[in-house]
């Protein structure tokens, strides 16, 4: 990796630029060769599945609470936005049905129903983390102040510095699921982000699914109770609070802890991948399934358009091509996954609370 400032002796580059474009070559030709074995191919059994999981997840939850089980209800109701959330990223990324119009509609249906949110703004920012992931100023995972940094250097780089807390920093590991996951970010893009867009950019239907979610989630809860709209409403957002902390913390444990990318440093696609995203448990049915399929990070940057379900197979391979280009491959345990997330929350998060730059914004408030 090679920065624009840096004037290396031009021997020393020349070895760089040669290693990094036979790699890449070497990169390219194992992916024809995934494409011809079929992993780019979509599996509608599996979209059936899928499909058919969110519809009785939904009906569950219905049921549930007709039943008067309200708690329970909450989160399964909870549960099937977040479970909407891995499908609709899955259709963002063309790779959930591999024909771009159903995936369209289908990531419009389930980020709309699902999460009340609209697929096109989900789009415009998660594109650029996919083409800058970790990178300073670039990366909008990274752009989260004031309400979380996971980086060092986030304060210099954020135009909200000035409204940081240094004791909210310090313990943003401790509000990181529960307040800004659960409730902030979710408030934020239901109430005022993605409504925004919509309205600006005239997506109609998307505009209308979201409405729907809001009416139609709020009935259930109002019919099933017999209670008021106020009151329905409020357990509506409830399950978009779980949904959350159930989503972006588990987007969370894939980048967060992974060492950032400087503004005028360019790494390869492969080195984006690798040294900057993990694989978490991507032998574990159970945690693939958990994790919506996206537990293998490191395959799903390198080949965005795969059909999420095949890439623990792949993450075999990766490890052989990681290994013959003396590349680091970051896989680590469910659990181990969760550590390093807090810990990162917790390091990062002292030290900023303590820091000069900090302190200079606390005297200019």
């Known amino acids: ?147 979380v940094a996971f980086y060092k250097n986030a304060i210099d780089n954020s135009k909200y510095a000035y409204l940081v807390n240094r004791y909210w920093i310090k313990y943003q590991a401790y509000t990181f699921l529960m307040l800004t996951s659960g409730l902030f970010v979710m408030s934020y893009w239901i109430f005022l982000l993605h409504p925004l867009h919509v309205i600006r950019n005239f997506k109609l239907l998307e505009g209308c699914v979201m409405v729907f979610s809001h009416i139609i989630h709020t009935t259930i809860f109002k019919t099933a109770l017999q209670c008021s709209y106020v009151y329905a409403y409020f357990l509506f957002f409830v399950t978009k609070w779980i949904a959350g902390i159930y989503l972006f913390g588990h987007f969370s444990t894939s980048h967060t802890f992974t060492k950032t990318v400087k503004a005028m440093t360019y790494p390869t696609w492969v080195d984006y991948a690798l040294y900057h995203t993990v694989d978490i448990s991507t032998q574990n049915p159970f945690i693939s399934w958990f994790m919506g399929y996206l537990n293998c990070q490191c395959v799903h940057h390198l080949f965005p358009q795969m059909p999420q379900f095949r890439q623990h197979i792949v993450s075999k391979e990766l490890e052989n091509f990681a290994k013959k280009w003396n590349k680091p491959y970051q896989h680590i345990g469910y659990f181990e996954a969760w550590y390093k997330t807090f810990s990162n929350l917790n390091k990062v998060g002292n030290e900023l609370s303590t820091s000069q730059k900090m302190l200079n914004l606390k005297q200019q408030n």
């Open 1 to 147: 990796v090679l920065q624009r400032n840096d004037k290396p002796d031009q021997h020393v580059y020349d070895i760089a630029i040669n290693c990094n474009s036979r790699m890449i070559q070497d990169f390219n030709n194992w992916r024809i060769s995934l494409i011809k074995r079929g992993f780019f191919e979509p599996s509608y059994m599996h979209v059936a599945y899928r499909l058919g999981e969110l519809v009785l997840l939904f009906l569950l939850a219905t049921h549930v609470l007709f039943n008067g089980k309200v708690i329970m209800s909450l989160f399964i109701f909870g549960f099937f936005s977040g479970r909407c959330g891995w499908i609709q990223h899955e259709c963002g990324h063309l790779s959930f049905t591999c024909n771009k119009t159903i995936d369209k509609i289908l990531q419009i249906i389930t980020i709309g129903f699902g999460l009340s949110t609209s697929g096109t703004m989900w789009n415009r920012m998660h594109n650029r983390h996919h083409a800058s992931t970790q990178k300073e100023t670039l990366d909008m995972d990274l752009d989260t102040l004031p309400f």
